[in-house]
């Protein structure tokens, strides 16, 4: 299915217009907004006919959009061979894996506005085994994975394993096991880590007294009105390592096209860096949740953008985003996954627009899809020098 907003902008208008016209396979003729009829278009036609050439040959499965604050401006789904249950569509659930980063980094965010928390507070202050090193390890490395501390993800899931059934347990128990192995090698180089999200998952806990997932679910999914949203957890009455069903959640496969097999990941062990599941439209109320204020305040992000981790002359590393250029625009994102699920949400300030890719395929080529995508509604909107057309 795909809605057409209500333009308010030449550029929105040009979107509306061009997404009417160009996706009729995706979404079924559409009648198009009087108004964005005498604009000039953008063409998506590369696009969409990469998604249908995509799904046709069951490289990919999924949902792409792109949102606005108001509503959903293009929306194209399709599912693959593999997937036996009902269509995809905005409300079919993915594992969000690493994009889940974003809504932990969001939760620090909240603590540090409210003053309950400091950027600059050393994380040995919530971890009973730290090093001696981890003094001079702030949150605000953590969250911008530049505190030089080893990624101890595997004996985390080690901790699970043994049958520990508590995430801030298991990381304390991760770290101790560790022992001088744990040490830092020094701050301020960044080398990602999905255990340094583990622990400000564990710093939160701590803070507000409460299992991080519950966290999530009142800080982040509630405020947004994320209404299918979770954050996948242990199911502590199996017999062998398994999550809580979640009905919602449609299946992910790995795999060549005709040879699909069924995925199974642990994200439950993730709790701070890859455990939320959630849908095209959670996402999209996200981002709208984002943008006016319901989760982060004008001053909280006035300090997320004050901790900050260059990574080359063109990207550089905030609380939860990768901040980069598309075409003189300026672009915040983060992907997530590869074993059964690939998921890329970004946001472009300057248009108010995010854009939404969930697949259950883990070797979708959403790379590809999105840059095209990129070229064909933003290339032709700036100029050379810059400046909008």
Not at 105 to 121: K, M, P, R
Not at 152 to 168: I, K, P, R
Not at 238 to 246: K, P, S, V, Y
Request: hydrophobic share 40%; glycine share 8%.
């Amino acid at each position: 299915m795909c809605v057409l907003a209500s333009p308010k902008t030449p550029f929105m208008r040009k979107i509306a217009l061009i997404f009417g016209l160009m996706t009729l396979w995706a979404c079924g003729a559409e009648a198009v907004d009087p108004e964005a009829a005498s604009t000039p278009a953008f063409d998506v036609s590369k696009t969409t006919a990469q998604l249908q050439d995509h799904c046709d040959a069951d490289r990919f499965s999924g949902i792409v959009m792109v949102v606005d604050r108001d509503r959903t401006v293009y929306e194209y789904s399709c599912s693959g061979s593999a997937q036996t249950a009902a269509a995809i569509n905005a409300d079919t659930v993915f594992k969000l894996f690493s994009t889940s980063k974003q809504m932990t980094a969001t939760i620090i965010l909240q603590l540090v506005d409210e003053g309950q928390l400091s950027l600059d507070t050393p994380v040995d202050t919530f971890f009973e085994a730290s090093p001696p090193g981890w003094n001079a390890v702030t949150v605000g490395d953590l969250l911008v994975h530049a505190s030089g501390i080893p990624d101890l993800t595997n004996g985390l899931l080690e901790q699970f394993e043994l049958g520990e059934t508590d995430h801030a347990k298991a990381v304390q128990a991760a770290i101790k096991k560790a022992g001088p192995l744990a040490q830092t090698k020094g701050t301020g180089n960044w080398q990602y880590s999905n255990f340094g999200y583990e622990m400000l998952a564990t710093i939160a806990s701590d803070i507000i007294g409460a299992d991080f997932g519950e966290i999530v679910a009142t800080r982040v999914f509630d405020r947004a009105g994320m209404t299918t949203a979770s954050v996948e957890s242990i199911d502590p009455e199996a017999t062998a390592l398994q999550a809580i069903d979640n009905p919602r959640l449609i299946q992910g496969y790995n795999g060549e096209p005709g040879a699909r097999t069924e995925a199974l990941s642990y994200s439950f062990v993730q709790q701070g860096a890859g455990a939320v599941h959630a849908s095209g439209n959670d996402l999209a109320a996200y981002f709208r949740a984002l943008t006016d204020g319901r989760l982060l305040t004008e001053a909280a992000r006035a300090t997320q953008r004050t901790q900050t981790m260059p990574l080359n002359d063109t990207m550089t590393v905030i609380p939860g985003w990768f901040v980069g250029d598309i075409h003189g625009l300026e672009m915040l994102s983060h992907s997530g996954g590869n074993n059964g699920y690939i998921s890329w949400f970004g946001m472009v300030p300057d248009r108010d627009l995010a854009i939404i890719m969930l697949s259950n395929y883990g070797d979708a080529p959403t790379r590809a899809i999105r840059t095209d995508l990129m070229d064909e509604l933003f290339k032709a909107d700036v100029s050379e020098d810059g400046v909008d057309q």
